[in-house]
């Protein structure tokens, strides 16, 4: 069969990021951006062959399919690195009760919090899980993100984990990386976290190693929930299994998650609001990209992570909306953007990289994903609007078009 | 003619808002949300003539056209009392160098703030500023809003703000309120403030009077701005005019320009971040709606007005957007109703009423608008969900179709 090539024309502006890539994503300047005017992009098969000054363009249109975006702005997909998308069951009203000044632990005791939506998910069949998750996601797409990070964690039995990991897996849309948060919280049917772990490392670790449901594990270290000793033998357990690795550290308090965490070559640790400089000299040298997740601070009503003093240090950021039912329930890309520009002072190119390379590496697609290089799939967004309209205006998506593989995922 | 009978059948929930309309939308509580299960709503000449439950519905189908809601959720249409919708131009790069450290002296002296916005609405033609109102109008109805004030204030000087108020007049979709801010900054024509009152008393509100162009006059009072005296001023003569009143009050500082606007009956008094506890007492025995503007406070990373207080007081509190291109570049309600539970400890009722009849008092049209009472506008929403999903999730709007005079304005 022929190859099918792809030639889109007449692009007003393009990003390609490549010089952010050439720097591996750390401390992203305006120049990294690799603004092409005038440009054109060839895609063979799904991935980018060629892209350059519309000028220098060689495609003939003889070989190949000519598309016009009609002198608009292209810019890289975004990838979404950190989402606990499969759950059933409404917590909104839990919103207004901790609003009207009732703690997690009154609510908690009145069935309430993660144990509600545990036991929602626990009856939710697959078509239900899977129509909610296609929703979710398709909220996530018309937003410009091509790849999507899904946890499981809503579980905490074998049989419903892995329901949630299949389902994550034959989403629909976007690209999908899978990641087993089987240590979220303590399972209702053990007596203590030990217990619980035990089972984790013996039966479902291998086991969704086995059946290659997850690309990688993930473990909440936290006070009150799992400790880092715990979150050790959990990694080594994952690391023998051959299995990737990230976690939950230091978003409450400082537990040295991180720099345990480090020991184990993570692809990202998230969150580490608390993270001390300590982890963050550490962080900087190691290959493990920092996740972010400042509008869950902003529902938490917390501190934000340092994003200067890591982006100084030479630490890779990525963004990402945490979206779950409980602390941060919402899937706006534009919220985040502006809260890491407003709160986090991270510059329009830091969080235009954060989203997209930056997130990529954060989930060890960057060979793939992430930026408008050769080799790579040909995923974008065309924009309604010029690139510094993208994290400015809450709620707003400039997003016209979005493209996996050179076909649209999308079109307004 | 015979009059036209439409009647709305099969709505799992109607919140009609009766009771908050009883209290004036002073201090609401979730049982003054007029919560009727089952409900049937009958619409005669685009008026509410009946609302109840179906199992009363009198109506026969030989009068009348029948609408199944398919068992949803129906509320009163928002309203959005606090808009700068009319502007040309795009300022989204301000905001970068706001992140990057420069002040509102340095970007203003390189032609940046309000004098950039000015400067490209008087070049754009009434199509321009049109094509773009009507977009933003239409971000707003997606939203549910179907009662809109516009302020006009980027033209400053006589020409373009009146092609501005003409533009906000003929705009198509929602309910339009204009409001004539001429007393936005002070207009680049004029040597000082006291010079462009003068023009403003004696020459702009005759006109605006005549030519009916504006509901009512808005000023921006604060150090640096507008005084306390020249407002009085302005008010005076507005007055004498017979044109309603509103302003920007002690948003920056206390002015004290609370207590003075009050002096002169006003519709609303909005902003009031740091109105004093005198001036919030002078607030609840007065007839005035406070508009309290969250996205505002928390792009320019202020203090957030002390709502609880207000309400507690027996103030009626009014929330909305403050759309514009500097301050507050967002039209998101969720963002708005989020942050005003979050960081302002308002119920989920509180929140409600707010963006329906407090808005609607805060624009003197509550008798027309705000609540589905009958011989009102027919002016509501249908919910994808429950309306305990809203002001959540940043982003999401569960808003299924939008009704104005019980005509389809949106439906998805």
New interface residues.
Partial sequence: MRAKLKVFTNIGELLTLEGARSKQARHPQQSDLGVIKSAALVCRDGKVEWVGHECDLKTKASDAEFISLEGRTVIPAFVEPHTHLIFAG?R??E??WR??GQTYQQIAAKGGGIRHTVNETRKASVAELTRLAEERAE?FVRQGVTTLEVKSGYGLDVETELRCLQVARALKGPRVVTTYLGAHSRSPEFPDLDSYLHMLCNEMLPRVAREKLADRVDIYVEEGFFSVEQGRTYFRRAQELGLGITAHVDQLSDTDSTAMTLEFAPQSVDHVVFASDASIRKLAASGATAVLLP?SD??L?MQYPKARAMIEAGVRVALSTDFNPGTS????L??VGVLA???M????PEVLVAYTLGAAFALAREAHVGSLSVDKYCDFSVLS??W??LF?????HPIQAVYKSGEPLLRS
């Fill in positions: 409404d909104s009203h919103f207004e609003i009207q909220v509008s902003f529902y009503r329930p919402t899937q706006d534009s919220l520009r407003l709160e002072r991270m510059t329009l609007g010029s510094s309209e400015y205006s809450v709620g707003r």
